[in-house]
């Protein structure tokens, strides 16, 4: 019995609460379309997720969605409203693609630092909305929304002009000479075996030559971001901010270090997520 109530109870939690009604919202507007919900539905999960390409196709959609999604979180959880994770996205990715344009060295190095760049403009822009609720006091909320603009119309400038590939009438950069990597290439020798092992069509071969290393950089990010949570002093600094920010600062936490940190980690997903959504093959 005791049991079952477990169970019960960690239906009625707020993740699965907001899948169903994200489902049933979603329910709605098929049907006000004039559509079968239930028809669109196994479409959906028909084409996402029954064929080995629809799968990968899907996890290859979900890197940049997760990554995101950990970015707000990781705010959201110390009671900090930064809802300018597009512009930190932005400018970490602009640190990315420069970084992997003019660098040079091993395609591997190359590769690294281009993420180290992209997380650290991230950061660097994520600070930035921390600063200015220090001086002159404009709120994360709005600053952090705010700074979006410039980040967009400013890498729109650079990849228009300084940046621009002459030799394209598209507005872009020249292609990149390295790329993030597939889990597995079909001609590596990895991505053979597995070829050779499951078949040429099995999931474990589409998924392997069809997705970059990306899933598993955000995957770890996950992880990381877990263990930081439950395990160290900043995850309980950060969700004593959120909860009860007084009572936080009773028991120690600095709320503008807790603010600080962040806003640079929240910031530097978002630039990390962003390197990888440019970079990656």
């Known amino acids: 019995m005791n049991h079952i109530k477990t169970r019960l109870r960690q239906l009625s939690g707020p993740v699965p609460l907001s899948v169903a009604a994200a489902f049933l919202i979603g329910a709605g507007f098929i049907a006000l379309a004039g559509y079968s919900p239930l028809g669109a539905y196994e479409a959906m999960a028909r084409g996402s997720l029954a064929t080995p390409l629809g799968l990968a196709n899907t996890l290859q959609r979900a890197v940049p ?18 809802i300018g994770m597009e512009g930190q996205m932005v400018m970490g990715s602009l640190a990315g693609a420069i970084t992997a344009l003019y660098l040079p060295g091993p395609a591997p190095l190359v590769v690294m630092a281009a993420l180290v760049a992209g997380t650290a403009g991230g950061a660097l822009w994520g600070l930035a909305s921390a600063g200015l609720q220090f001086k002159p006091g404009v709120p994360v909320l709005i600053s952090s929304l705010l700074l979006s603009y410039p980040a967009r119309y400013f890498a729109s400038w650079v ?38 092992t499951f078949g040429a069509r099995s999931v474990a071969a589409v998924i392997t030559s069809s997705v970059n290393w990306g899933l598993i950089l955000v995957l770890g990010v996950v992880l990381a971001v877990a263990f930081a949570n439950k395990r160290t002093v900043f995850g309980y600094e950060t969700a004593m901010t959120g909860h ?18 962040t806003m640079a980690l929240s910031g530097g997903l978002s630039g990390l997520v962003g390197t990888i959504f440019v970079i990656g093959a």
């Open 65 to 82: 969605l997760i990554g995101m999604a950990i970015a707000v979180a990781v705010a959201f959880r110390a009671g900090v409203f930064n």
């Open 159 to 196: 990849v228009r002009f300084p940046l621009k590939d002459p030799s394209s009438s598209m507005v872009a950069t020249r292609q990149f000479d390295l790329q993030l990597p597939m889990l597995a290439p079909a001609q590596a020798p990895a991505g053979q075996w597995i070829s050779q």
């Open 244 to 261: 009860n920010a007084l009572f936080a600062r009773y028991g120690g936490a600095a709320s503008g270090t807790v603010l600080l940190q």
